[in-house]
């Protein structure tokens, strides 16, 4: 199997089950905008920010570096990362369980000691079952890993709808089991939901934990942990991008609106899960068969397969703004729908994401992991400055303006840095033209939503939509995006 192809394989495996298991997952949030107001939802959004960022503490870039090191001995390396993990996890579990409820008054959540215990819990267990899916990942066995994940995703659905929807109806009728339920939907059963669901998926990953029984060879992990410290930089500055804002906008805010924005700005982001879901889905084929590429010296494979993302990207843009109105059903409760606004941006500023995390690709290939880390880390300076100048005047609009400007500015930094050190043949102009083309059908589809008449309008999104993705097939002609994976010289021109 050629290159291109059996990255498209594996990320069509992993797309598939990742997108599939994900939208179920995200019908969840009909049923958690129809229970708990945005304030309350607003509280969901923080602490699974602060989880986001915390996964990173915990795994410190020891997926990337098992990846990196695997070609010297897989199962050493392998048990070495593994071991790592498990213990720093441990530490972190035992040093902070004993202060949740101090954690929990500097969150301004007094009094919920148990939504942080079960917080903590969540996160050691994914953060130790990380190192299993990436071996999964190293080893091609995709099939595993979809099955694995997708069954973490519907387990959490199915006690989500036990606690939150059935259990409450079971009270009122006058059963409930070992006074184990409640009757009215609370905040803590989402936690709890997810805590059983990250736990169950651990035991099921225990034919992967025995590679611990190789040890741990000290001076390989001081290789590793030096190559994966900036990338613990690169993940802390990610992740600072990536929520900070949803945590900061609590100060920043006026108390007594600062929850609500946050609700309505986690709930209205969600809505550029499309988009999220394809570029996880790509990253977990891409990293390890970028690494496994490296060998053979051709750069321009990175280049095809950046290409290739990017038209995808811009599909799922149109898509997701072109049926808003659709899309904004999943919202149940109509106070969410203020933030709509934002979504046309933040699926761009996803979108610029994905690219950079391609670009990205030359210090990890070039063992230049510090440059990354200075690029993510002036991203998140950037962030906090943005966040700063406008979320107190702008409130989540300004957040997703902020989003957009530093993606945008750490995409062009990582191009910029990898045509210095480790040039890679990307089709820049092509990639402007169809970007601006893009971005002129968005604004054509929003000047049809004048359009009252609701099929007429549709019918001629749906034409402009079915328009790019002609012009896609026209330009790119399928026979030589086949034929470029044998000739990759037929590939050069712009």
């Known amino acids: 199997m050629s290159g291109l192809k059996k990255l498209a394989s594996e990320t069509a495996i992993y797309g598939v089950s990742t997108i599939a298991m994900r939208m179920l997952n995200y019908l969840l949030v009909p049923l958690y905008t129809q229970l708990f107001d945005p304030a309350a939802y607003g509280t969901v959004t923080v602490f699974y920010a602060l989880l986001a960022f915390f996964n990173i503490l915990l795994t410190y870039g020891m997926e990337t570096t098992y990846f990196r090191f695997s070609g010297e001995d897989n199962k050493k390396v392998y048990s070495t990362a593994l071991n790592s993990v498990i213990f720093t996890s441990l530490i972190f579990l035992l040093l902070t369980w004993f202060q949740s409820g101090a954690i929990a008054v500097l969150l301004n959540e007094e009094g919920q000691t148990k939504l942080v215990q079960y917080s903590l819990l969540i996160l050691v267990l994914d953060a130790i079952s990380a190192l ?213 941006i933040l699926l761009l500023a996803n979108l610029f994401l994905g690219i950079y995390y391609n670009l990205s690709i030359w210090y990890k290939l070039a063992d230049r992991t510090m440059v990354g880390a200075y690029i993510a880390i002036g991203g998140a300076l950037l962030t906090i400055g943005l966040l700063f100048a406008f979320v107190p005047g702008m409130g989540y609009i300004g957040a997703a303006w902020a989003t957009l400007i530093v993606y945008t500015a750490m995409m062009v930094a990582a191009y910029l840095s990898g045509q210095r050190f480790y040039p890679i043949p990307y089709k820049v102009r092509r990639f402007f033209f169809y970007l601006i083309f893009t971005l002129c059908i968005y604004l054509v589809s929003e000047m049809m939503n004048q359009i009252t008449d609701t099929t007429s309008k549709y019918v001629w999104k749906t034409g402009l939509f079915l328009g790019f993705v002609l012009l896609v097939f026209i330009v790119e002609k399928p026979k030589k995006i086949i034929t470029s994976q044998q000739n990759p010289k037929r590939f050069d021109s712009n």
């Open 132 to 344: 299993p899916f990436a071996y999964l990942r190293k080893m091609g066995k995709a099939k595993r890993f979809a099955l694995l994940r997708s069954l973490n995703i519907l387990l959490n659905i199915a006690f989500n709808l036990l606690f939150l929807y059935f259990a409450p109806k079971w009270v009122a009728g006058g059963w409930n089991f070992m006074g184990l339920f409640s009757a009215e939907p609370e905040l803590i059963y989402i936690f709890i939901a997810n805590f059983l669901a990250s736990g169950i998926t651990l035991l099921l990953l225990i034919p992967e934990l025995r590679g611990l029984e190789h040890g741990v060879d000290l001076k390989l992990w001081r290789r590793m942990i030096v190559y994966a410290l900036p990338l613990l930089l690169v993940g802390f500055a990610g992740m600072v991008n990536e929520t900070f804002d949803r945590v900061i906008m609590e100060y920043l805010l006026p108390e007594e609106t600062a929850r609500y924005q946050i609700g309505v700005y986690g709930a209205c982001y969600k809505l550029s899960i499309l988009m999220s879901l394809f570029i996880q889905a790509f990253r977990f084929a891409a990293e390890p068969f970028f690494f496994a590429q490296k060998a053979s010296g051709d750069r321009k494979i990175y280049a095809r397969a950046t290409h290739y993302f990017a038209l995808f990207c811009f599909m799922i843009f149109l898509l997701v703004t072109i049926y808003l109105d659709i899309f904004k059903l999943l919202l149940r409760n109509e106070a969410f729908h203020e933030g709509l606004v934002i979504v046309p």
